[in-house]
């Protein structure tokens, strides 16, 4: 559909103009920036910007159609997280498909036979740059694997696809690449399913 944009303000198809840029803090995981730009209407402003390698995240789909979760303490929420296992590229540019096994054996110490891109989404575009690139994964084999990082302390657990969207609609699943995960996953597998029966349809016919 090619929908007709309403500006409400005179200049909302412009993009800003980066005037300038101060890297304020580097750490681990991110960095924070101070980007200075100017308006539509040339008027300046700040823009307070975390830039981040980006990320993987996995959908681990057992031979029975369960979901593999990890559990963890998230010390920002003071609160333990039901999630699918992911972790951020080493560096931007990484290949994204070995990130996402090295992550998935390193989280859930499953291998897997195949691996495939589904989805990609921004985390929170109003103040990060952090790109999150979904996978699912199929042919999971449990693998001798007790290399983590030192400071993760991981569950696993598995669930059927149905039970976890009662967990998602109860507020049981709150982690927000989790349920975005999940629900794409659900209409993709549905929308896979109405295909074979398209397909297996032309095919008799």
Not at 9 to 30: A, C, H, N, Q, Y
Not at 38 to 47: A, N, V, Y
Not at 128 to 148: H, P, R, V
Request: hydrophobic share 35%.
């Amino acid at each position: 559909m090619n929908a007709k944009f309403e500006s409400l303000r005179e200049g909302s198809d412009i993009p800003e103009k980066l005037l300038d840029s101060k890297t304020i803090f580097k750490g681990r995981m991110v960095n924070l920036k101070i980007d200075e730009v100017e308006l539509p209407d040339g008027q300046k402003s700040t823009r307070e910007v975390i830039t981040h390698p980006g990320a993987v995240v996995i959908i681990p789909v057992r031979e029975n159609g369960n979901i593999v979760f990890v559990r963890q303490y998230r010390h920002a929420i003071n609160n333990f997280v039901l999630e699918l296992p992911a972790g951020k590229l080493d560096h931007p540019g990484e290949n994204l498909e070995e990130c996402a096994r090295r992550e998935l054996l390193e989280e859930t110490k499953y291998d897997c036979k195949e691996i495939n891109k589904i989805f990609e989404f921004y985390s929170s575009p109003g103040m990060t740059d952090e790109k999150m690139n979904i996978f699912a994964a199929s042919g999971l084999t449990l693998k001798k694997y007790d290399t983590q990082d030192y400071d993760e302390f991981i569950s696993r657990v598995e669930y059927p696809l149905e039970e976890a969207l009662e967990m998602v609609k109860h507020n049981k699943i709150i982690d927000g690449k989790t349920v975005i995960g999940l629900l794409y996953y659900s209409n993709y597998i549905k929308s896979m399913n109405v295909n074979s029966e398209i397909n297996s349809i032309k095919l008799n016919d």
